[in-house]
């Protein structure tokens, strides 16, 4: 079975700093593998510790230094990486961001059986890109993925998180899943891991390698773009009370007021 | 000029067989933009088993809908990724709106994405925002770097799409009649072979929305509660209140609670009269999800904890010594 997974590179969001024009500092935050990917690189492992002969391809799409999860990822056992580079998809949407992974992963895993992405990315938050891939592909789906149950070489039964509980679904491949976090202990890299991601040879491919025109990807090939940023503004006045012995009282008393609508 | 007019929203339809309340939310906001745009039409997209419309009827017709489009069959009593977002390709091709908007549930957002980006159109995830600028596009606001920015994002296709999330926006607070129409519609996407068959379904929320969606008062907790057992502290405190218990993303990485009462960027928006946050010190990814409620009470032992930023009435000091305290004199 092969498997490409699609992973990103993001900055840390809870270590974001800012300028004094109100922009965010992108010099010395850290980058990291978006959380979710690292979700999406775990249920890939899951598949290839139980199904037989799988292989698994991350590709990122970014700039060169995105190399550096490409490696991270084969260290924890991921078998090969693939950066997709090119200044041109710079600037890129979901829509071309989509457009763009599918037109690689056609590329580089034509052969594919199943493309694994994270649920969201940290930084923007969409959701979409997954969705978009599988569109681009004509593929199904499967979002917001909980659990890998089983898996064979035609299907895979998974749960999945629906807004109201919890679904088991069997899913014919080929097939693109989104997943979510799940709570086993991730898999840590050994020192094997580390030497195989030295050695490595990730391959990079550009806007001509994968066959798309410019005017498809990046900035020119989105449909959206933005118009403004800023950052949200938040002013209240609390009043703000050390604990005593009127605490419990001052907190019902309050309550009491909020609910019947009165400010206090 | 586009020929591109009206607004479309998509009337999702839980399991438990009623519409969404987030579609409300939408029309309210629809109503507000449709002035906006030469009192364009508002339309929704309904895709439901036969027989449960006149269930449905009077929320269209009262909250401001001119044109209902019906889609019925057997098949429709499970949401499928396929064949409903290919119904919503070809209302949109048919109807050419300018504008479609879809609640940001789970559904809303597994299938969003695949209409827009088969119409080859923008997408713009979890607005907290949506308003008509003077070249007429729709602006729409989101936040995004886990809520430390907020980005306004326009569209340069048709339609322009964007995604809502439960509670952002206000339901509708009056009547707005409408002569709505109802258009029954049909369709061959049902002989889809979808490949994808539910085979099993566990209820894990007491109702199909969230508690969180409808509860006055919700008690959050965060890093400070500490333990599972925290969070039955603090369970006991909401059912005293009457409310129920939501938590902070930390919380949730910790272990000590469920990702569904999760609140912020990455879980839940929730507007209630009174939130009141334990432990919690209020990175902006939690703020983002709660700052909408009437009214906030913060309870953290670090006077500088950011959440106190957005209360109404801060308390310093030990949850541990408060809430049980407090848990006592509600009982009394």
Same mark, same amino acid.
């Given at each position: ?106 590329? $580089? ?5 199943? $493309? ?14 997954? =969705? ?24 895979? $039964? ?27 202990? =991730? ?35 989105? =449909? ?7 950052? =949200? $503004? ?31 | ?58 929320? !269209? ?27 919503? #390709? ?54 995004? !770097? ?45 002989? #889809? ?37 925290? !969070? ?13 218990? +939501? ?19 990455? +879980? ?53 010594? #408060? ?10």
């Amino acid at each position: 079975m092969k498997i490409a997974l699609c992973i990103k590179q993001v900055p840390d969001t809870s270590d974001i700093k800012w300028t004094e024009n109100n922009t965010i500092k992108r010099e010395g935050v850290e980058s990291i593998i978006n959380p979710y990917d690292v979700y999406a690189i775990e249920s890939a492992l899951q598949i290839k510790n139980t199904c037989k002969d799988v292989e698994i391809t991350a590709i990122t799409m970014g700039p060169a230094q995105a190399e550096d999860i490409l490696r991270k990822s084969i260290a924890l056992g991921i078998d090969k990486g693939a950066l997709v580079t090119d200044r041109k998809f710079s600037g890129a949407d979901t829509y071309a961001t989509g457009k763009t992974l599918a037109q690689s992963i056609k590329t $580089i895993v034509p052969d594919f059986d199943l $493309i694994i992405c994270g649920q969201f990315a940290i930084d923007g938050d969409t959701a979409q890109t997954g =969705p978009s891939i599988a569109n681009h592909l004509n593929l199904k789906q499967v979002t917001f993925v909980k659990e890998i149950l089983e898996c064979s070489d035609d299907y895979i $039964i998974l749960t999945r998180q629906a807004d109201d509980g919890i679904e088991t679904v069997k899913a014919k491949l080929p097939l693109l899943l989104c997943v979510l976090q799940n709570y086993k202990e =991730p898999t840590r890299a050994k020192i094997n891991g580390f030497i195989k991601a030295q050695k490595s040879e990730i391959k990079t491919y550009s806007l001509e390698d994968i066959g798309l025109e410019a005017e498809e990807v990046g900035l020119k090939g989105s =449909p959206t773009y933005v118009s403004k940023a800023f950052r =949200p $503004i938040v002013t209240h006045n609390c009043e703000k009370v050390f604990a005593d012995e009127n605490t419990p009282e001052l907190i019902c008393n309050r309550i009491e007021k909020y609910k019947a609508g009165q400010n206090e | 000029m586009s020929e591109n007019k009206g607004i479309l929203l998509y009337a999702e339809v839980t399991r438990d067989k009623y519409i969404h309340t987030v579609f409300f939310e939408l029309a309210n906001k629809a109503l507000e933009l449709s002035k906006k745009l030469d009192n364009c039409k508002i339309s929704a997209l309904l895709i439901t088993e036969p027989g449960q419309l006149e269930n449905y009827r009077d929320g !269209f017709v009262n909250s401001g809908i001119d044109r209902v489009y019906i889609y019925e069959d057997e098949k429709f009593k499970n949401y499928n990724t396929e064949i409903y977002s290919k119904i919503a #390709i070809d209302l949109v091709n048919e109807i050419k709106p300018e504008i479609m908007l879809i609640g940001a549930t789970n559904q809303g957002r597994d299938l969003a994405p695949r209409i827009s980006s088969a119409l080859h159109t923008g997408l713009t995830a979890d607005c907290t925002d949506l308003d008509i600028n003077e070249k007429l596009q729709l602006a729409a606001t989101r936040p995004t !770097f886990g809520g430390q920015l907020m980005a306004t994002i326009l569209c340069k296709k048709m339609p322009q799409m964007a995604t809502v999330r439960p509670k952002v926006f206000k339901p509708m607070d009056e009547n707005a009649v409408r002569n709505t129409e109802f258009i029954n519609k049909t369709t061959n996407h049902t002989q #889809i072979d979808t490949g994808i068959e539910i085979i099993d379904f566990v209820r894990t929320l007491e109702n199909d929305l969230n508690e969180l969606d409808s509860a006055e008062i919700i008690v959050s907790g965060g890093r400070g509660i500490g333990t599972a057992e925290g !969070f039955k502290m603090l369970k006991d405190l909401a059912d005293l209140l009457g409310g129920t218990v +939501g938590a902070s993303r930390v919380a949730v990485d910790m272990g000590i609670a469920d990702k569904s009462i999760q609140i912020g960027q990455t +879980g839940k928006t929730v507007r209630p009269k009174i939130y009141i946050a334990c432990g919690i010190s209020g990175a902006i990814q939690h703020i983002v999800g709660m700052q909408d409620s009437d009214k906030i009470i913060a309870i953290n032992s670090d006077e500088n904890a950011p959440i106190f930023n957005v209360a109404d009435l801060g308390i310093v000091g030990d949850l541990n010594q #408060i809430i049980p305290e407090l848990i006592s004199r509600l009982k009394n």
